[in-house]
Each structure stands twice: as C-alpha cells, then as structure tokens.
C-alpha cells in the first residue's frame, strides 16, 4: 500500500469516530496490537527526547526501504506511535521525508492529544525523518 492510500485509509478510520474519547480507543487498540520491542533493544540510546513516558525507536533500512518498531510504556504513547511508524514502515526514505503526517490533524487525533502527548508525536516524526534522511545521504548501510 502507498503512503497516499495509506493516508486515506487512516483518515478513513479516524473521522468516523465521533468524539475524543472513541480516537483514544482507537490509539489503545493500536498499542495493544502492536509487536513489543525486544528488551535488548530498549536502550536509552533508542529512548526518544521530550516524552514523559519512555518510547523507544528501532529503525532499519533492508531492501531500499525503512522499517520503524517501536515500543512505549505507556498505551497512548505506544498508540500514537503505532500509527506514525505504522504509517512510515515499509516506504523508500524519500517519500518519508517528503510526506508529513498532516493528516493526523485533519482527521482530529492531534486535538485530543496533551502538549506532552503532541511533543512526542513531534519528536517521533523528526527522529523518523533524520533516519530516512541519513539513508538517503549513505549513512545508513541496507541490513
């Protein structure tokens, strides 16, 4: 599936819900279906910036492509991040850096979301998109 319709599909699902309390259980039901990252992965290095709860971010490129896993200790954390690196996971590191998750505003996911909450959203995209740039730039050998 490509970014545009991967786009549409999560505006698809997002603005069907009526009200804050229904996209929080939206971002829940991604936490809990998302993969754990490994413990040996865990690392303060991997730790993200600026979030009250602890998220980790394991990028790989294989294959021309990123690939982003996460795991948070708190749920809506672990949700947020399951729809953004959802979202990149997959794609070439030139359409991640071109695509901005414009979206997610649009379909109401970043009203709800607290100044922490939208911090780590924040943070989460510029440390997906510095991974997809230092690929492009070389810096980053296909495992």
């Given at each position: 599936m490509s970014l545009p319709e991967k786009r549409q599909a999560l505006l698809d699902d997002l603005i069907t819900l009526p009200d804050a309390?229904?996209?929080?259980?939206?971002?829940?039901?991604?936490?809990?279906?998302?993969?754990?990252?490994?413990a040996s992965l865990r690392t303060d290095a991997r730790l993200l910036?600026?979030?009250v709860s602890r998220l980790w971010l394991y990028p790989e490129f294989r294959d021309g492509r990123c690939w982003f896993h996460m795991d948070a200790d708190a749920m809506i954390s672990k949700g947020i991040a399951a729809v953004l690196c959802g979202f990149y996971s997959g794609e070439e590191p030139a359409d991640i850096v071109a695509v901005e998750p414009d979206f997610l505003a649009e379909a109401g996911l970043t009203q709800v979301l607290s100044a922490?909450?939208?911090?780590?959203?924040?943070?989460?995209?510029?440390?997906i998109k510095a991974?997809?740039?230092?690929c492009l730039a070389?810096?980053?050998?296909?495992?």
């Open positions: 309390e229904e996209r929080f259980v939206y971002l829940l039901d991604k936490a809990k279906k998302w993969k754990p990252l490994d910036p600026g979030c922490n909450r939208s911090n780590a959203l924040t943070n989460l995209r510029k440390r991974y997809a740039e230092a070389g810096e980053v050998t296909a495992g």
